[in-house]
């Protein structure tokens, strides 16, 4: 494992779509141990949440005012108004916990965090059940991870 391995892994953790979902495969395929790319990638993804929120707390008033900008987060606001309205509004942090959880593109720590947002829910609680979500989601990817290599591992012969 080289720091390069530490450094990509880190930042596939916390980038939108891959988040640890896309981090943990890529740290165990670049020889870090399961358990070592776990906790990374747990540890940088939860750290979303708190970003994330800071991000739309303080910079979304400031770039609101580009239009550019206005018209892409309209858009993306738009379409988790609609993808996630029926849930949140039936399950609250529950709901959000269980959205973050699902181990799927556009169901991590970044969508929910916007959607905590956007439905007005409380920032503390919403990070707490973001970060329990995040926690989920890396044991089903681990899970997937660890299974998948030892599966394969029947099929491998040593050399």
Do not use: Q
């Amino acid at each position: 494992m080289t720091t390069k391995t530490l450094i990509i892994t880190a930042l596939l953790a916390m980038l939108p779509i891959f988040e640890l979902r896309g981090a943990i495969p890529y740290a165990v395929a670049n020889g870090m141990a399961l358990p070592m790319a776990a906790l990374l990638a747990f540890i940088m993804n939860a750290l979303v949440a708190p970003a994330a929120f800071l991000f739309l707390e303080t910079f979304h008033k400031l770039f609101y005012r580009w239009a550019w900008y206005k018209r892409l987060f309209d858009r993306v606001v738009e379409r988790t108004r609609t993808k996630l309205h029926a849930k949140i509004e039936k399950y609250g942090y529950w709901g959000l916990l269980l959205f973050v959880a699902v181990p799927l593109p556009i169901t991590g720590a970044w969508t929910g965090s916007l959607a905590a947002w956007i439905f007005g829910l409380g920032r503390r609680k919403s990070m707490l059940m973001i970060a329990l979500g995040v926690f989920i989601a890396c044991i089903i990817v681990s899970l997937v991870v660890g299974l998948g290599v030892t599966a394969l591992s029947i099929f491998v012969k040593e050399v």
